[in-house]
């Protein structure tokens, strides 16, 4: 009965879907942003009830439940927590391959803070010591910092 | 808890590219399929539970797309976008509601889209997304801060894989079933240290069902019910910094509630078999310690120890696990069906014998951030 199926080309349809979107960065984040775009520093943020210094700031501890207030500057170096060699690429990848994601923690946090790094891959790993490389234009845009760079 | 169990299961063969069928055809099959398992017709379900998830669908509330496939018109159908297992959490919600019969449908074409720009999606817009991060590399990171922390080698976890492609080989739904050794894992091609092509879940299609009743309804299946003695999930922190990648606590706290409600008090023991969500080799070994079957660390030795092989005293994936086949969110759902022909004694060449409690879970979110764990039974 379904015997005609075998002979039936698959055809195919391509589409993409391509929204654009304004995302509010909040206040927390727009700080962050505008501190590393006008000063090169990094921001961080420090729950009164627990203690934890979070780098993204936080406007809330999800760990407490509670409002944050306070705001702590943390240093542009750090710590690799954990490293990945990246050997494939697709297109919202920032650089081509090969090229590093590392949690860094950085001087002054207590939580992994999510980047990049370019160079020195085949030096990269835990316990060693990065510094942020901020670019020369800078936007308010989480790639204002490049990259981190091996100390 | 009421009794509930489930009566009816089924799935698709898991493949790279399903060219003859779109989402509702892989739909109509298994809602189909699992009914004929069960011995029910449409009219004995009341209410639908789907699972599928926009990004990979490539269209908003992608659950509508596939009602007419899933029996939902007339009846109360809505969407869970996340694992099957938390579909079927959802499902099971219901009939403990009141609901008589829930039909809880999965489906996933991920060879319609691009897993790593869909992945990259799940993470945060303003401070992740645009640095490329997604589902291989985030796991990559976590497999590197586990396997230094425990100094565990990557020939420890090339064993997974070769352990589950060799299992998928008892398993017709299968994509990959495979003889390869470690030695195979460790030249296959770096995806993301430490991770290799194959220590890594292909692309996959598919589609599966299973059909959640209570107990009055679970009489009057053809089938022998499989009863949910224990059922839990947990969430962690989402951005990756702020968790231990190497110590999964919402997993392990799922473990725990989901144990308690099954009075499981010696997981190791009292369990015969376990199915659990690995698309990546490193995480079997750290999901089984999250599941108390172990201490921290020693996830890997269990397999060395011949522990979780077919034939040892807790075989991990017999089906192959999502090694194997990867249809993103059908995988978990396959790990309840799966557990779930176990305990019926219908698991064909893939059979643990004398199984009659088995272990399933699934996760969401990367790096396992929301874990979901069912214990199913064949006691009342």
């Known amino acids: 009965m379904t015997e005609w199926i075998k002979d039936v080309e698959p055809l195919t349809l391509k589409g993409q879907i391509a929204v654009p979107y304004t995302w509010w960065v909040g206040e927390t984040g727009s700080r962050f942003l505008v501190s590393i775009r006008d000063k090169q520093k990094i921001l961080g943020s420090k729950c009164n009830a627990c203690g934890t210094v979070f780098v993204p700031p936080r406007k809330n501890c999800g760990r407490c439940f509670v409002d944050i207030d306070q705001w702590v500057d943390i240093a542009d170096e750090g710590v690799i927590e954990a490293c990945t060699i990246v050997h494939y690429s697709h297109p919202v990848q920032p650089v081509k391959p090969p090229f590093a994601y590392a949690l860094i923690k950085l001087d002054g946090a207590d939580v992994g803070f999510l980047h990049i790094i370019k160079k020195d891959l085949n030096r990269i790993k835990n316990g060693v010591r990065v510094k942020a490389k901020f670019k020369e234009e800078r936007t308010g845009h989480i790639l204002d910092i490049d990259s981190f760079e091996l100390i | 808890m009421d009794k509930a169990a489930i009566v009816g299961v089924a799935q698709t063969k898991y493949e790279r590219r399903k060219k003859d069928q779109i989402f509702a055809d892989m739909v109509f099959d298994v809602t189909r399929a699992a009914l004929d398992d069960a011995g029910f017709s449409i009219e004995d379900i009341d209410n639908v539970v789907t699972v599928s998830n926009d990004f990979f669908d490539g269209r908003t509330i992608s659950g509508m797309a596939v009602g007419d496939a899933s029996g939902g018109q007339d009846k109360n159908i809505s969407t869970v976008s996340g694992d099957g297992t938390f579909g079927a959490f959802y499902g099971l919600m219901r009939v403990l509601s009141g609901y008589k019969a829930t039909l809880v449908v999965a489906h996933c074409k991920g060879s319609e889209s691009s897993a790593h720009l869909t992945t990259n999606g799940m993470f945060d817009p303003i401070f992740h997304r645009h640095l490329g991060i997604e589902a291989i590399s985030s796991a990559a990171l976590q497999a590197n801060v ?155 030795e269990l397999l060395k120890d011949g522990v979780t092989v077919m034939g040892g005293n807790l075989p991990v994936n017999p089906s192959g696990g999502a090694l194997s086949a990867n249809p993103i969110l059908v995988a978990g759902m396959a790990r309840i069906i799966e557990a779930a022909l176990q305990v019926r004694g219908e698991a064909g060449a893939r059979q643990v014998k004398g199984a009659n409690t088995a272990l399933a879970h699934g996760f969401n979110g990367p790096c396992g951030q929301s874990h979901c764990v069912w214990i199913v039974s064949g006691n009342k």
């Open chain 2, 146 to 300: 586990y396997m230094n922390k425990y100094n565990i080698r990557e020939e420890d976890i090339a064993l997974v894989s070769v352990k589950n492609h060799g299992n998928a080989k008892n398993n017709p739904y299968a994509q990959l079933p495979m003889d390869i050794t470690v030695d195979d894992v460790m030249k296959s091609r770096k995806i993301a240290d430490p991770l290799k092509l194959l220590d890594c879940c292909p692309v996959s299609d598919g589609a599966a069902a299973m059909i959640i009743v209570n107990e009055t309804m679970a009489g009057k299946g053809k089938k022998k019910p499989v009863w949910i003695k224990g059922v839990a999930h947990c969430c962690e922190e989402y951005f990756l910094g702020d968790r231990d990648l190497a110590n999964p606590t919402a997993l392990k706290s799922a473990a725990r509630r989901a144990y308690d409600m099954a009075g499981i008090k010696r997981p190791i023991k009292d369990i015969d078999v376990a199915e659990v969500l690995e698309p990546f080799s490193y995480m079997e070994p750290l999901w089984l310690e999250g599941l108390d079957f172990c201490k921290s660390g020693k996830g890997s």
